[in-house]
Nanobody, 121 residues
Framework: QVQFVESGGGLVQPGGSLRLSCAASGSLFRIIVMGWYRQAPGKQRELVARMVSGSSTNYADSVKGRFTISRDNAKNTAYLQMNSLKPEDTAVYYC???????????????WGQGTQVTVSS
């Protein structure tokens, strides 16, 4: 089995910073994608940032230059450093991990329960 632990989020003033983390452990064969999506009230879920195969990254245009995704391969943990936060970044942030596990390895798509990020003065 594979377990996930997420942390981070909370309330921050505009211009502030927060860091999200998402850690995977257990019977992992390979992690393909680690990233975050977000959903604001009344809006569709959207990609924030993701790292594919441990190196290639994708960012939403709205967060480029402010958010940075990184990964500690030894710990199977991804981090989303969010700087210069704006009120429009307020949303529920969902960790997403695409991975292979089992024998033979099968592909799974994990979605976290979501963590609230609120940017307000």
């Amino acid at each position: 089995q594979v377990q996930f632990v997420e942390s981070g989020g909370g309330l921050v003033q505009p211009g502030g910073s927060l860091r999200l983390s998402c850690a995977a452990s257990g019977s992992l064969f390979r992690i393909i994608v680690m990233g975050w999506y977000r959903q604001a009230p009344g809006k569709q879920r959207e990609l924030v940032a993701r790292m594919v195969s441990g190196s290639s990254t994708n960012y939403a245009d709205s967060v480029k230059g402010r958010f940075t995704i990184s990964r500690d391969n030894a710990k199977n943990t991804a981090y989303l450093q969010m700087n210069s936060l704006k009120p429009e970044d307020t949303a529920v942030y969902y960790c997403n991990v695409v991975y292979y596990s089992g024998t033979p390895p099968m592909r799974y798509d994990y979605w976290g329960q979501g963590t609230q990020v609120t940017v307000s003065s």
